[in-house]
Every structure is written in C-alpha cells, then in structure tokens.
C-alpha cells in the first residue's frame, strides 16, 4: 500500500514541475544535446554497459548528451532526483531529446523526469497515461525487458526518423 502523504507530494511535483513545451519526432540532425535516463536500481543490472553505449552512440553523432543514473542516495524522501544529482537546475539546460530507459513503469524519478523535461522529443520504454512520449519502445511479450535492448531498439529508430 502506497502512503497517502507521499502520493500527494508526488503528485504536487509533478502539477508544480510539469513541462508545457511541445514536443514531436525530431531527426537526429536536429538534436542539439539529449538526457538520458538509466535506471541503476530497480532492474538490478549493471548501468555500466547501457552508460557507456549511450555516450558512444550521441558522441559519435556530435551531440552532448547528459546521463542520469541515480543511485538510491541521490533520491529525495519523495522519489525524483536531488538538484545535485540533476546538475542543477532543470530550465537552465536546455534539451531537444530526453530518452527513459527505465523498464519499470512504478519508477516514480522516471515518470518526474519525462514528466517534467523541456525536451522536444520524449522516448520511452513505458507508457505513461497521459501520452508524455512521443515514441515509446517496449519489448516483445515474454521477452525479458533490458535497458540494453531497450536503447538499441531506440538507437534504431532515431537512426530511421528522417
């Protein structure tokens, strides 16, 4: 069972922080930087390797690309990520591609972050209610859902979006 006082922080942040810029599919020539967010604890799988694909892949198409991987300490009492852990301030950066390569959809940092990110293009591996990504990739039925997987899925279709 939930807690009813944490519900009603989460749901006030995200009211409070909910981005209303519009977004849409974007080639990768128009992509000017990217967030990526992996999710180093509720899978229990290495980030190291989903990390290190995602800063070879925007490295190799020229574009700065910032990689949250938070571990439970950089958390709040809430769920979403400390200002510290985000690097700041959210509308001081801006962002053309916010990728969520959380596989689980009760990851409450995820669903903030996609929630709130200024980001034109939102790609997802979960869908969220309200439609918040643009492109979502989810695994097959019966196949176990990996971030690895997940971002060479994605990588694919970014690579195809014209």
């Not at 899978?43 to 892949?57: I, K, L, N």
């Not at 938070?70 to 700041?88: M, T, V």
């Amino acid at each position: 069972m939930k807690n009813p006082i944490v519900t009603f922080f989460r749901w006030n942040a995200l009211r409070q922080g909910r981005s209303t810029a519009p977004t849409s599919l974007l080639p990768l020539k128009k992509l000017k930087s990217a967030t990526v967010f992996v999710d180093a604890v509720a899978m229990g799988e290495d980030p190291a390797p989903v990390c290190r694909a995602v800063q070879q892949f925007f490295d190799y198409q020229g574009i700065p690309v910032t990689i949250l991987c938070p571990q439970k300490e950089d958390l709040n009492w809430w769920g979403y990520l400390k200002p510290r852990a985000r690097g700041g301030r959210r509308d001081a950066r801006k962002e053309d591609l916010f990728i969520s390569l959380a596989v689980c959809p009760d990851h409450f940092a995820a669903e903030y972050e996609a929630r709130c990110s200024i980001a034109r293009f939102k790609v997802g591996c979960c869908p969220l209610p309200d439609g918040v990504y643009d492109l979502v990739v989810a695994p097959p039925e019966g196949v176990g859902a990996s971030q690895t997987a997940a971002f060479a899925a994605v990588k694919d279709y970014l690579n195809k979006i014209r």
